[in-house]
């Protein structure tokens, strides 16, 4: 599958498959779990066709969780809002 595919060619790359809103298994995950930044970066490929509302909410709930990491999300739904989209600096 995919995974094995993925391990194959980057053998120094760590990839598992879990449910992403499983807080306490992905952090179970990291080599320095009781870190405060147990990551950082988290890659997160759905399938790329996931509906926006449950890929938001995944993405606020790594957040929330890892702060610090980079959320980096494979969607085809996301990637089409984000390129029709402008964003406003917040302040």
Not at 18 to 30: K, Y
């Amino acid at each position: 599958g995919p995974v094995e595919a993925a391990r194959a060619r980057f053998p120094k790359c760590r990839f598992e498959v879990c449910n992403g809103f499983d807080v306490e298994r992905l952090r179970s995950l990291s080599p320095r779990p009781e870190h405060k930044q147990p990551f950082t970066k988290i890659f997160v490929d759905i399938g790329g066709i996931v509906a926006l509302p449950l890929i938001m909410h995944l993405v606020g709930t790594l957040h929330t969780a890892f702060p610090h990491a980079q959320v980096l999300v494979k969607s085809l739904h996301l990637s089409r809002l984000i390129g029709s989209s402008e964003f406003l600096p917040f302040d």
